[in-house]
Structures are given as C-alpha cells and as structure tokens.
C-alpha cells in the first residue's frame, strides 16, 4: 500500500476553509453559508432513483448549487443514499427523500469524507442507516475538525465514521429494490479515499468529486488528492460508463461519457502545459501569469470565481495543484 501524504493543520484548515469558506481574510470574515435558506431540488433520473441538490446563492463556495448532491435508490426494500450534505440540514434532507418514500433509510454511501458530503452521517445513522465509505475516508474524518469548519458536521459524534468500509480492489455490491449497487474504489484523485456509485439497471453512475462542472479540478493535496489519480480515476468512469450512462458528480450539472473525456484530456493538457513550464525554469507565479487554463475558461462555468474571499481563483487552485504535484520532491 502506497504511504499516506502527511497533513498538516495549516493545509487541512486551508482545505475545509475552500470547503466551507468559512474563513477570515485581511481581518474580514467570509460570508458563511446560509444554511437556513438552502432548500433541496429533486429530480427524478430513473424510476427509483432521484438526486437533491441544495439551492443556489446559499453556499459561497459552491454558488450554482450548495453543497454536495445527494443520490438515493428508493423502493419497498428502504432507501439507500450516496452522500449526506451539510449536518445543519439534515431535517431538510429526510423531508426531501420522506416526499420520495416512507421506507427506512438503510444505507448511505460517502463518496469521500469532505463535510459538504458526510456532515450529515451522524444524524442519519441515527435514523439507523449503515454508514459505509473508503477506509481512508474513514481515516480522514477521524481527524479534529479545526474551528473554522463551524457547524457543518458535529466533530466528535462517533455515529459520524463509517461502519463498513472498503479499499481497493473489486466493487462491493449491494442489492436493493430490485437494483444492483456497485461500489468502486479508485486511485487517490480528488482525496484519498474517493469511491464512485454504479447503479446497475439504472445505467447511472454517481461519481462525488472526482469529476465536477462547475470549476477546475479540485485536487486536495492536503487530503491525499493527487492529479496522477484523477487521471486514472476518471479512466475507471470512463471505463466504467457506456455513451448513455448518466453521470453524476458532486457539483454542476449532469453529464455522459463523453463530457468526462474531456474533462480528462482538458486536465492532461493543462498537466502538459505546466510541466513543460516548469521544465523552462519558470516559477509557479510565472505560470499562474500565463494561464495554462486559459483555452477552456471561456467553457467551465465557475473557473474564475474565488474558491475562498480574497483567495485563488478555481483556475489558479487547479494550476497550484498541478505544479506542487509535479514539484515535489520524490522519495
């Protein structure tokens, strides 16, 4: 097994600040997320399937949509759920699938531990869902949430962690309401712990993070993310996906194979650009100042918002990424 990056608070703390964009900049604080105003939007994608997804304008960092979308299977059997948003909407979540079906929640799948995904955990685990997500997401949220994560999950509630979890390896599969759920480790992309949803019979695959619409690229160097594996994660999509599977990521909106193509060749293009940079000795304001992204801003919705107030741009988060990446120094 490949060794775990270290993280250190300053760059977990960064990394929740860009999730949450709770942070105080130049002595202003960011605006917070109006969790009180976010309300859920379904839409029903396969005949027992739906997604939710959190209100636009709400969530500073995540402007088209807050928070994470939510998948879940619904039937006679209960309901499973893929993702669980932020732990202060909870109560708005159970209403959103209650209007879907009256079964019990019996599982929910985290695509990976960041908090706009798992801070509801504990409180549906409560209603007696098996929490169940990647061992290293699990390592992940067994980490202290600094203070500036605010009420977005509860910090040191035990029924938050997973229960059952799973590395790398062959799909789990679980088999509810007449569909076959399959559970698909990949490399560490976006975090270290990332795993993508196939439904079977519906033909549709949720994928969290490892793919988004709405800005770059969001490769957590400080949660294990690395740009290698978002390449090879978005391979196994691919792989995974035929022209008419429904894709459906974490953030923007939803897609086929065929967006995620070039999603994939648009970040090996981008790697391309600022390696060969690096490789003229340019340094990496120099190669923020050329825009490596610059092709593909006027088509990504989102690439030059701040990701934090006062912080980078997505553009310029994705390109930082890139050339730590290809920088570092190689044990």
């Known amino acids: 097994m490949a060794s775990r990056p270290v993280r250190s608070g300053q760059g977990r703390a960064w990394t929740i600040a860009v999730a949450l964009a709770g942070l105080a900049t130049s002595g202003a604080q960011a605006q917070g997320i109006a969790y009180a105003k976010i309300e859920l939007s379904a839409k029903k994608i396969a005949p027992n399937l739906y997604t939710f997804t959190g209100s636009p304008g709400d969530d500073p960092v995540h402007p088209d949509a807050a928070g994470g979308r939510i998948t879940a299977l619904v039937g006679p059997e209960g309901v499973l759920m893929v993702d669980a948003q932020y732990a202060p909407i909870t109560d708005k979540v159970v209403v959103a699938i209650r209007k879907t079906s009256d079964k019990p929640i019996r599982y929910l799948i985290n695509t990976h531990a960041h908090l706009d995904h798992t801070g509801g955990n504990a409180a549906i685990s409560a209603l007696g869902a098996l929490v169940i997500a990647r061992e290293e997401s699990r390592e992940e949220m067994l980490a202290p949430l600094p203070a500036i994560a605010g009420n977005a999950a509860p910090p040191r509630v035990p029924a938050r962690l997973p229960v059952l979890t799973f590395g790398m390896g062959g799909p789990m599969k679980i088999r509810l309401d007449g569909e076959t759920v399959d559970l698909i480790p990949v490399p560490p992309a976006h975090t270290a712990g990332d795993a993508i949803i196939k439904f079977e019979t519906a ?129």
């Open 203 to 331: 033909d549709v695959l949720a994928v969290g993070d490892v793919y988004r619409n709405y800005g770059y690229p969001f490769i957590s160097l400080a949660d294990g993310g690395t740009l290698k594996g978002m390449v090879a994660a978005l391979d196994v999509v691919m792989n995974t996906a035929d022209p008419d599977t429904l894709i459906v990521p974490g953030h923007g909106g939803l897609v086929h194979r065929a967006d995620v193509v070039v999603y994939r060749d648009m970040i090996v293009a981008v790697a391309t650009a600022v390696q060969r940079m690096i490789g003229q000795g340019r340094s990496q304001r120099e190669i923020l100042q050329a825009r490596p992204t610059a092709p593909y801003d006027g088509r990504t919705p989102g690439g030059q918002d701040p990701v934090v107030l006062g912080g980078p741009t997505s553009a310029d988060r994705f390109v930082s990424e890139i050339y730590s990446e290809l920088t570092k120094v190689k044990s």
